[in-house]
């Protein structure tokens, strides 16, 4: 192991002394059944609502129609109407379903109203935990996420300290002391050469090869360090002691700040017309420089007149040649009362940066938090190991739609004997989810079943259709961290389709989903069934329509009017409560009412028939004499609705 000192450190006592499911979707016909598959339960559903009948359920089965069907702005219009009207009905699953379909649509606040509702109700899913914004907990941020990041130390065999890397085209420039350039001076305390700008190309594995020092006026005596170019490449903004015109000035405390400076590239290829910025100041340090994405402003670190902590990130609007709007400090959500340094913007709107104010491992950890409303990282986030450790950690960049990036650490070695090393990092995030679909009561693999895999926008990945086994398997699914939905389908044999979401955690590398299907328990003449009817109750003793009833009903009514070949037979029953012969009186009345009232709709009364049942076909034990419970009873007080060829 080389023996070195920090370089970095050294500007960092410069700074401190400166700046210091799909389980209740409805069901669509099948051929098997009969000559019934013209039946459109959505159609129903849509006419029911129209003629003025709603509930719950009836909301919830649209949403769910168009929710599975990717039709997301649909979707967000009921689930909108169940929520709103419905609070006391609305089981978990709806409030995650509303929040995807308004995400789909780019409501990102109403997305986030109703995943906060999920996780009041749902605190103990995966999904609620992964979305929990107090993630930073030391256990969870030691936790290994190697399968997600490979990071390589690029410089472990230079001499000196390398470290600030920033992207220059198809190059990195970075600040070292590990090379000479011509009349570079040699710093009292390590005696090694003040740090200058280099470049060099970048090898296949990441590496820095051609390296070469920055041609022109941008290197002086002093250290200059971590660069940001415009992405015309013509322009650069860097951070050099306070040293200008071969003067090094000092401030009221005789120490030498920090400052950024301009340079622009001649048509020869050096960089020359260096000057300073005009928010510069001798008694505080302003350094490590970069440019949002359309360059309208420049982000810093200084310790300013106004800096919450040792040092915080300020920007500044950029107006024309040399001219910048006042500093404006980014806030306490960022700036704490410890250091915040080394900004990076990426080309996603993200900005990381480093802090040993933010929980973290160690020394200075990174950190990233977007720019952009609806963006990824909605608050400060900690990137955990291996991209942070126990010591400092900074000068982050990276190209997130490339997954690579670069990082500046003093990880290895012991205290006294490190300096900082470049770390070239890959985001190697290659997941694979698998599983079996089979018969929820049998067991049995479902062969032919379709099996899709969505991303977090409810865009369908792939879909495969499995074999004999059951069995599914997509790989190599990009986005470690990243949350996934499994759904299974079996249309051929009416199975309720099923979805499972999946978030799947850094450090793993496959996840097991195995969905159950849950088989048709309809008859293949029951519409009732098939329309998903709610209950149709009535009153103790009583035989007239009440208006819950009404809203089942209205959807038999809708099926008729659609489907003129509908003709239905109305079945009645009751409990075994009472007299049996006032039982079969009481049903028979039931099922007249019944049919009267979708005469009084406009059925013609030649399609319709009714009988009642009394307490002849119980579905349960509860007979004459038997002590059962009112739910069970309410099991047998039904109405069937029959279809008659």
């Not at 929710?67 to 967000?76: F, G, I």
């Not at 018969?439 to 032919?448: C, N, R």
Request: hydrophobic share 30%; net charge negative; with cysteine.
């Amino acid at each position: 192991m080389k023996t070195r000192f920090p370089i970095y450190s050294i500007i960092a006592i410069l700074w401190i002394c400166n700046m210091s499911a799909q389980e209740n979707k409805i069901k669509k016909a099948n051929e098997d059944f009969y000559n019934y598959d013209y039946i459109d339960a959505r159609k129903i559903y849509l006419k029911v609502v129209e003629d003025g009948y709603e509930s719950a359920q009836v909301f919830k089965k649209l949403g769910d129609t168009y929710y599975y069907n990717s039709e997301y702005v649909d979707a967000a219009v009921w689930y909108k109407r169940l929520v709103e009207q419905y609070p006391d009905d609305v089981e978990p699953e709806y409030y995650y379903r509303a929040a995807q379909t308004l995400k789909s649509v780019g409501d990102y606040d109403g997305a986030k109203t109703m995943m906060d509702r999920f996780m009041a109700t749902s605190s103990g899913s995966g999904i609620a935990k992964n979305y929990m914004e107090d993630s930073a907990s030391l256990e969870g941020l030691t936790e290994s996420s190697s399968v997600r990041y490979k990071v390589k130390n690029i410089t472990d065999g230079f001499a000196g300290s390398d470290f600030g890397p920033s992207f220059y085209g198809d190059k990195i420039v970075y600040a070292s002391s590990s090379k000479n350039t011509e009349g570079a001076k040699v710093h009292e305390w390590t005696g090694l050469p003040y740090l200058d700008l280099f470049e060099a190309e970048i090898g296949e594995d990441g590496s820095l090869i051609n390296v070469s020092s920055l041609r022109g006026d941008i290197n002086s005596p002093y250290h200059e360090s971590s660069a940001a170019f415009s992405r015309d490449g013509q322009t650069v903004y860097f951070t050099r002691n306070n040293y200008i015109n071969g003067k090094k000035k000092r401030g009221k405390q005789r120490l030498v700040s920090l400052k950024i400076f301009k340079a622009t590239k001649n048509e020869n290829g050096s960089w020359d017309n260096v000057v300073e910025l005009p928010f510069n100041g001798d008694s505080y340090s302003t350094a490590h420089p970069t440019l949002n994405i359309d360059e309208t402003r420049l982000y810093f670190s200084s310790n300013r007149e106004g800096t919450l902590g040792g040092s915080d990130l300020w920007y500044v609007d950029v107006l024309g040649d040399n001219l910048y709007g006042d500093p404006v400090n980014l806030g306490p959500e960022i700036n704490t009362e410890e250091r915040e340094t080394f900004p990076f913007i990426s080309d996603n709107n993200n900005l990381y940066f480093s802090s040993d104010g933010h929980v973290g491992l160690g020394g200075l950890d990174v950190f990233v938090i977007s720019l952009d409303k609806g963006g990824k990282y909605k608050s400060v986030t900690n990137l955990k190991k291996p991209i942070n450790s126990s010591q400092d950690d900074f000068g982050f960049i990276f190209k997130e739609n490339q997954k690579i990036g670069y990082l500046s650490s003093n990880r290895e070695g012991t205290q006294g004997s490190i300096s900082d090393d470049i770390y070239a990092i890959v985001e190697n995030c290659e997941i694979t989810i698998q599983g079996i679909i089979t018969d929820a009561k049998t067991g049995i693999p479902l062969e032919g079943s379709l099996v899709a895999l969505l991303n977090n926008d409810n865009e369908v990945m792939a879909q495969k259709n499995v074999g004999k086994d059951g069995s599914y398997r997509f790989e190599k699914l990009p986005d470690c961290e990243q949350q996934y939905a499994v759904r299974a389908s079996n249309n051929e044999k009416e199975y309720l389709p099923k979805e499972e979401l999946v978030a799947s955690p850094a450090g793993v590398e496959s996840v097991q989903v195995d969905l159950a299907l849950t088989p048709p328990d309809c008859a293949v003449d029951d519409l009732g069934c098939r329309l998903d009817l709610q209950p149709i109750y009535f009153d103790f003793d009583k035989h007239d329509i009440r208006q819950d009833a009404e809203v089942e009903l209205a959807k038999i009514l809708q099926a008729m009017k659609e489907y003129p070949q509908l003709n239905i037979h109305i079945e009645s029953h009751t409990d075994s409560r009472g007299d049996d012969s006032y039982n079969m009186q009481l049903s028979e009345r039931r099922a007249q009412s019944t049919l009267e009232w979708l005469v009084k709709k406009g059925i013609d009364r030649k399609r319709l028939t009714a009988k009642g049942y009394g307490e002849s076909r119980l579905i349960n034990d509860c007979k004459n004499d038997i002590n059962c419970s009112e739910e069970n009873h309410q099991l047998n007080r039904r109405s069937m609705f029959i279809i008659q060829d």
